[in-house]
C-alpha cells in the first residue's frame, strides 16, 4: 500500500509565504490524482486542492483561489502547495491525499502550519 | 457549492450499541459519498464510498445507505476501537465538502 508524506509546515507571520511538499511512495504517482485537505485545530475537514495526474487538471474551491498554488513533479513523486498572504484562519494541519474513482483513500499524516506574528 | 449537513453533531454511546448518524445535502449526489474516521492526533481514514461500498480492510460492523440527498452511516455493535469522529464527504460536484463531522464518544 503506498505512502504520503508531508513537509514544509511551520511557524509563519501574516501575509507570508509557505510551501509545502507532499511525497508519494509504493504506488505509481503519475496516474493519481492527489488533494490537499486541511483542519483547522478543533476543527473539520476543508478541502482545499486537487490536481490531476498529468496537471491538466486543477481546482480550488473559490476560498483560497488566487492564493494557494498546486502543482507538482511526477519526476520526483512530489506534489507541493503554495500558499502566499498568508491569514490567521490558515492556521491548520494540511493533509495530502490521493484520490481515486473520487474516493480519498490514502492520507499523509498530515502537516502543521501556524499563522502568528 | 454543495453543503452537507451532518446530524448528530456528537452521540454518546456505549460497546455493543448500534449508532446511526445522517448527513443531508443541499442538492442530490448521485450516490458520490463518502465517510471517513478520524481519531485524535490522527489522519482520516477511509469507511466507505460510493454511499455503501466498504473499503478494503473495514469491518462489516459499519454500513452506509441512502440515496439522492440523505445518505446515513450505520455501525452495529459498536466497539471500543469505533470511538471516533466521522466525516462524510461528496464528491459529485466541485468544490469538493465535507459534513461537520459526528463525534461517538463513551456513555
Known amino acids: 500500500e503506498g505512502q504520503l508524506l508531508e513537509s514544509g509546515g511551520g511557524l509563519v507571520q501574516p501575509g507570508g509565504s509557505l510551501r509545502l511538499s507532499c511525497t508519494a511512495s509504493g504506488f505509481r504517482f503519475s496516474t493519481y490524482a492527489i488533494n490537499w485537505v486541511r483542519q483547522a485545530p478543533g476543527k473539520g475537514l476543508e478541502w482545499v486542492s486537487e490536481i490531476s495526474g498529468s496537471s491538466a487538471e486543477i481546482y480550488y474551491p473559490d476560498s483560497v483561489k488566487g492564493r494557494f498554488t498546486i502543482s507538482r513533479d511526477n519526476s520526483k513523486n512530489t506534489v507541493y502547495l503554495e500558499i502566499t498572504r498568508l491569514r490567521a484562519e490558515d492556521t491548520a494541519t494540511y493533509y495530502c491525499?490521493?484520490?481515486?474513482?473520487?474516493?480519498?483513500?490514502?492520507w499523509g499524516q498530515g502537516t502543521m502550519v501556524i499563522v502568528s506574528p | 457549492d454543495i453543503q452537507i449537513a451532518q446530524s448528530p453533531s456528537s452521540v454518546s454511546a456505549s460497546v455493543g450499541d448500534r449508532v446511526t448518524m445522517t448527513c443531508r445535502a443541499s442538492?442530490?449526489?448521485?450516490?458520490?459519498l463518502a465517510w471517513y474516521q478520524q481519531k485524535p492526533g490522527k489522519a482520516p481514514k477511509l469507511l466507505l464510498h460510493?454511499?455503501?461500498t466498504l473499503h478494503t480492510g473495514v469491518p462489516s460492523r459499519f454500513s452506509g445507505s441512502g440515496s439522492g440527498s440523505t445518505f446515513t452511516l450505520t455501525i452495529n455493535s459498536l466497539q471500543p476501537e469505533d470511538f471516533a469522529t466521522y466525516y462524510c464527504q461528496q464528491s459529485n460536484s466541485f468544490p469538493l465538502t465535507f459534513g461537520g463531522g459526528t463525534k461517538v464518544d463513551i456513555k
Open positions: 460510493y454511499t455503501s
Open positions: 442538492q442530490g449526489l448521485s450516490n458520490w
Open positions: 491525499v490521493r484520490q481515486v474513482l473520487r474516493v480519498f483513500d490514502i
